[in-house]
C-alpha cells in the first residue's frame, strides 16, 4: 500500500523543510498549497478568502489524483488545520488504496510568533502576518487519537 504524508502544523513551525526532506529521500513527489497559491497569484500570509483555499485544495485533489493513479508516494504539504480538511485527503486517498500519514509539527504558539518576528527582521522568507497566525492558532484542530500521526516538536 502507498503512503499520502499529509503535513500538519502553524506557518512557521518548519512543515516546508520537513517534507521536502521526507519528499527527497524518499524519491517522492511534492505538492505545496503555497505553491498552488503562488502559481495563482495569491499568498497565505496575507489572509486568502474560503473560496479561493477552497480553488486551492481542489487543484491540489486533482494532483493527488493524477499521482495516485501511478502508485507513488507523496508528501503534501498544507497547515492541515482543520480535522474536516484532513478528513477530505484520507476519504479521498482510500478510494486508491492509499494509506494517510499524518505528520504533526506540533510547535508551540510563542515559538510561532518568535520565528516570525525574526523573520520580519531578516526577510529570508516571505512573512505571515501575526493576525493570520494568532486567528490560526485559536482556531487550530490538534490531531486526535484516532488519526495516524507522528509529531515532531520544535527541536
Not at 478528513?87 to 482510500?94: A, C, K, N, P
Not at 486526535?144 to 516538536?153: L, R
Request: hydrophobic residues 35%.
Amino acid at each position: 500500500m502507498k503512503t499520502l504524508y499529509l503535513m500538519c502544523g502553524m506557518p512557521f513551525s518548519g512543515k516546508t523543510t520537513l517534507a521536502q526532506s521526507i519528499a527527497k529521500y524518499l524519491h517522492a513527489p511534492y505538492i505545496s498549497l503555497d505553491d498552488i497559491n503562488e502559481f495563482r497569484g495569491l499568498f497565505g500570509g496575507d489572509g486568502i478568502p474560503v473560496e479561493e483555499w477552497e480553488k486551492t485544495h481542489s487543484i491540489a485533489i486533482q494532483q493527488l489524483q493524477n499521482l495516485m493513479l501511478s502508485q507513488q508516494d507523496i508528501v503534501l504539504d498544507d497547515t492541515s488545520c482543520f480535522r474536516w480538511l484532513r478528513d477530505r485527503y484520507r476519504d479521498f486517498s482510500i478510494k486508491y488504496n492509499y494509506e494517510t500519514i499524518l505528520i504533526y509539527l506540533d510547535v508551540p504558539v510563542s515559538e510561532i510568533h518568535s520565528r516570525t518576528e525574526e523573520n520580519d527582521k531578516t526577510q529570508d522568507r516571505r512573512g505571515v502576518r501575526q493576525e493570520i497566525v494568532s486567528e490560526m492558532a485559536k482556531m487550530f484542530e490538534l490531531p486526535q487519537s484516532d488519526e495516524t500521526v507522528i509529531k515532531y516538536g520544535p527541536n
